[in-house]
């Protein structure tokens, strides 16, 4: 059995809000979410190392959709709800702009869904699709676009040691080198790279002579 109170408020919430148009707005939002996860995969999650924001869309869609919804139809309810989420703290930034795109995109198409503008998220979709496929073509076009991960990881207390061979190495073997992100964390430093693909780079030697480079610091690569 449900408690009176939580009986109370889905009956006072659709005496405000048909239970039909509710079930119709989340299910929206829900498709929403899935299309922005595919969407998510095919340009992004593919080809970048994100902080996996991804991981939160089935679910952050429809519950944003259902949160304006109870604005919609309650002020008290809205206020305990921003007092509620006002405890939320996230420890993992988002290491990548790019994904506060797709993360945007998730909150207009839920708010679309609560507010029935169905035909306006739609065509967002349609919008952001194509531009997001004409970037996508002229990427693949000029190889100079194409940019290269790299993501290196070792004992913080090693890193001093190597850092300034390390550095000469990655200019001399990468083109292109930019430093991303620089974080420090469990007593391990983690260097995040960007560089400019080669169609000759070969991966495997590279990862092997840095390896040798880093001689007995634990020493963990990613190339991408």
Known sequence: MLPQSLIDFFLGLQGKV????????????????????????????????GAGVHRTFLIGGPAITALFLGIQVSIPLSLGLLGALSFVRFRTPIKDPAEIGYLLLLIAASIGAATNNYILTIILFIVVFFAMGIQSLIANRFTFMKRGQLMISMDQAAFPAVEDKLQVFLKERLQGLSVETMSVLNDRISLHYQYRQRTNFNSAAFVSDLSKLAGAANIEVFVG
């Open 18 to 49: 048909a239970l039909t148009d509710a079930l119709i707005a989340i299910g929206f939002s829900l498709i929403a979410s899935v299309v922005t996860l595919l969407l998510y995969q095919l340009f992004y999650g593919s080809k970048h190392i």
